[in-house]
T-cell receptor, first 107, second 114 residues
Framework: QQPVQSPQAVILREGEDAVINCSSS?????VHWYRQKHGEAPVFLMI?????EQKGHEKISASFNEKKQQSSLYLTASQLSYSGTYFC????????FGKGTKLSVKP | NAGVMQNPRHLVRRRGQEARLRCSPM?????VYWYRQLPEEGLKFMVY????????ESGMPKERFSAEFPKEGPSILRIQQVVRGDSAAYFC????????????FGSGTRLTVV
């Protein structure tokens, strides 16, 4: 089943923070986060695994609440380069992605 | 180390023709996944393959679409008798052993049916 992302879109000024949420109606084993810029391929950001293990990006953090079946991606002190659409994906085996959150960072 | 290679980048087909999309995974990756993306929409799962095996094709339309990942050579997504609704970006991704190692996506093939 497709995870649900919120918000659908967010506009920030440079330096502001943002939180993107991803929730699932079924138990989560892992949550993946990707960012896609317009016309480009999605790029891996982070994986959060059941049990707390994280693999990913230095400048972006995320949480994984197994009990609530939710994950949140935290973007702090946003830069112009953070603009893009963020997707969460849930497994196992093959990822089903949410509909995405479009993030626009303005100067 | 070359990434995931997809070709062609752009493909134009007339209605009723066949489209063949190719994907060479990253070196050392044995799992391949195909996704379709419409403009301003998310990534819709189509099929998951390992060498010579289809693991999950639950996202593939029942007719006209097929995929393979032979022992030698790239993975192929084949769309027969294309229709206008097949126009989309098709992305291939690969992973080393399992999805928990993270995907690497190719640059995609933009299919336009005229």
């Amino acid at each position: 089943q497709q995870p649900v992302q919120s918000p659908q879109a967010v506009i920030l000024r440079e330096g502001e923070d943002a939180v993107i949420n991803c929730s699932s109606s079924k138990a989560l084993y892992s949550v993946h986060w990707y960012r896609q810029k317009h016309g480009e391929a999605p790029v891996f950001l982070m994986i959060l695994l059941k049990g707390g293990e994280q693999k990913g990006h230095e400048k972006i953090s995320a949480s994984f609440n197994e009990k609530k079946q939710q994950s949140s991606l935290y973007l702090t002190a946003s830069q112009l380069s953070y603009s893009g659409t963020y997707f969460c994906g849930t497994g196992p085996l093959r990822l089903i992605f949410g509909k995405g959150t479009k993030l626009s960072v303005k100067p | 180390n070359a990434g995931v290679m997809q070709n062609p980048r752009h493909l134009v087909r007339r209605r009723g023709q066949e489209a063949r999309l190719r994907c060479s995974p990253m070196k050392g990756h044995s799992h391949v996944y195909w996704y379709r993306q419409l403009p301003e929409e998310g990534l819709k799962f189509m099929v998951y393959l390992q060498k010579e095996n289809i693991i999950d094709e639950s996202g593939m339309p029942k007719e006209r679409f097929s995929a393979e990942f032979p022992k030698e050579g790239p993975s192929i997504l084949r769309i027969q008798q294309v229709v206008r609704g097949d126009s989309a970006a098709y992305f291939c991704a690969s992973s080393p052993l399992r999805s928990e190692d993270g995907y690497t996506f190719g640059s995609g093939t933009r299919l336009t049916v005229v």
